[in-house]
Every structure is written in structure tokens, then in C-alpha cells.
């Protein structure tokens, strides 16, 4: 497998004699056969500002930085496919901290790109050359027509055109699970947030928090035009928000008038799950689906980069055993790095946590963060350091009820609850 460079200009090559390696945490690994996949549709390959790569140099056997005015190369994987090992590389200059994305090891391998990867879930929901650009902006202008005054139409408007969110778009497109943001506040100050860093943290955000609260009535116009069909998804807790149960009063109202006026669809809420009491009122108001976002299940890893104001990791578990008990199809959103994720205290602290909480699904999500800033905040590893694609082995199998995946999936039969009054 040969290593994958850029050139000064972002040109893309594979060396013709130097074999390529990867990244588990802070250590550079050989990369496995069975770990690497075609690069799959949808992909993208970037280059690694500030960096070297990292490979065998063929004509003495050892591990070397490859010479030459060249930058490492990583591949941004789809929705759907879940990275087990990061680029080989070492940074030129320290201070400088990579853009916030999920870099994946990419090789060149029997006449084309491979990355080290496994493929969680079927991608097709949600690939890109799925959502028209000309259908998005005919829909976004009729509904922006239809509902002139609601601000959140507009603000949606960007992130479906500007961000090209597919979130943002299917609520426009009115498919699948489509947002609904609601929170231009946070009760944690998660290290690698995407729309709010302070100054002084070195990471640009790649997009705008919503900066003003929405009413009732905007909520509810949204929700409606959206769950139109039994299969579709409206949710809260997007990434252009803060912590949606912090406004769990219009979130609890525009549910109750919804579900007074239809029964299609599914109600869903991403979020952090710390505010338990709002979380019981939201859940109480007839939601569906919850998934929690999580980092790990180990208290001192967790705080180290959520940052929780006013609650603990243990509210977190208790929101959602209560989710669980009360019929709601509970699942979280794993943030995964390859080295972390796969240590054995982190393995065994998250095989207990969905054990105690009754998960339906555990939904990998590739970190998007630079690997020197995220290793230097959180925990050294206590245990043994298993690799990502056995980690996934053996969920499989201490977990054989759970649905290891990449997205939501529709539970086969919905929540029942009594329509509110």
C-alpha cells in the first residue's frame, strides 16, 4: 500500500516506493488489509496543513518522515462509514492546530485510493448527490413565501444553501429527518463545538450559532409542514444550536400542539440529556426518539471535553433510563477517535452505560477535532489499546441487541401515548 501525499499546490500523489502508515492516538501503526476499504462515493481527500507524512521508506527499512516541500493527506469520510485509523503524519509547526474535520488514513492500493474505514451503515440516505440544488432552492423559496415571518425558515435557509446542510435540506425538501434548531444557548462548553468557540481557542467554527429564540407558533409551522408522512423525522438539536432542552418550554408546547393535529412522523431531539427535569417534560409531551451525544462513559474524559455547567454524567444516564422506561427509542451519538475510543477502560465504562440505559443504538460518529489539542486534553490511556475494528467486534458481541450504525433508524413500531389535550 503506498503512501498518499500532497504537494505544496494540493496536488495529490501516491509515492511509487514508500509504504503508507497511520495514526492510533499518538502512535503510528501499520495499516491491516482487512482494515482498509475503496475509497467510498462521497468522499473527499484533503491535504493536512502544517504537516509531514509519516511512511516506511523502502530503502532503509525505517519509519521516516517523507522529504521534500509535501503535506500529509486524509480522507473526510461520508455519512455511513466509520474511520478506525487517522493519517500518518507529524506536524511542521505545533502552534498550528488542523480545521475542525474527521481525518481518515488513505492509502493507494491496487490501482486506486483506500481508507482505513468500515462501512456502519448504508450511505445512500444520505449522500450528497442525493439532494437536487435546483429542487432545494425552488422548495426553500416557496417556503420562505408561505412563511414570511418565520425566522427560522430563514435561518435554515442559509444552513440548507450556504452550509449545504442535509439536515437543513431535508426539512425544506420535507424527507427523511429534517431540523428544527430551537437553543442559541448551552449548558456545556464542549471543546471541539462547531458553532461557538471562544476566542482564544485556536479553532475557527465552521458555522454560525442561531442568535435569537424562536416562538412557538415558528415551531410548530415547521413541524407540521414536516410530518406529512408516517416515516418522517423532525428534530431538535442541530449543529447551529446550542442545547435544545434548554428551551424545554416552547419544545414542550409546539410538541402537545402538534400532536393535536397529527399523529404521523417521529419527534426526535439530539442532545446532551443533563437537564434531566426538562428532559422528563419533553419526553412526557409525547417524544419518540432521543439520541444523546457522549464522548465517553468515564466521568473525568467526559468532563474534559463537555465542559458541563450544572450537571454531571450521571444526570446523563438518567435522563436516559427515564427516556428508555417510558417507551422513547434512546440512542447516542458516540463520538469516536481512533486510540481513544478503543482503549479498554473506555470499552468497558461504555459496554456498562448502555447496559444500565437500555440503548437501542449506538450511532459512531467520527470526531471532528485536531488529534494533538484532543490527546493533550483528555486522560492518558490506563489499559490496553484494542483498535477500532475490534472494538466494533466486540460490541457486536457483548452487545448483541444494540444496532451499531451511523444514523437514525425508525424504530419498527412507535411510541404509543395518548394524544395531549
Known sequence: MNLVYADKDGRVFDHPDWIALGRSGDMVVELMDDELIPLPAGATLVGLPHTRPVGINPATGAMELLPGDVQAVGALLPQGFTRLVIPGYVKTDK??????????AVVWKDGGFYVAADPSDDPEPWNPLHCDREELEVRVEELLGKYPDNRLYK??????LGYECLTASNTFLQRWEGAVPVSYSCNAGCFGCISEQPDDSGFPAPQTRMNFKPTVDELTEIM????????AIISFGQGCEGEPST???IITEAMRRVRQQTDNGYININTNAGLTDHIRAIVDSGLDLMRVSTISALDDHYNAYYKPRAYTLANVEKSLRYATDKGVYTSINYLIFPGVTDREEEIEAMIGFVRRTGLKLIQMRNLNIDPESYLELIPPAR??????????????????????????????KRRQFSSPT
Open 155 to 160: 435561518h435554515l435557509s442559509h444552513c440548507a
Open 383 to 412: 489499559g490496553e489499546i484494542y483498535g477500532m475494528k475490534q472494538l466494533l467486534e466486540i460490541y457486536a458481541q457483548e452487545l448483541p441487541d444494540v444496532v451499531i450504525g451511523s444514523y437514525t433508524h425508525v424504530p419498527p
Open 224 to 231: 407540521l409542514e414536516h410530518l406529512q408522512v408516517p416515516e
Open 247 to 249: 428551551q424545554a418550554k
Open 95 to 104: 502552534t498550528q492546530k488542523l480545521p475542525l474535520f474527521g481525518y481518515s
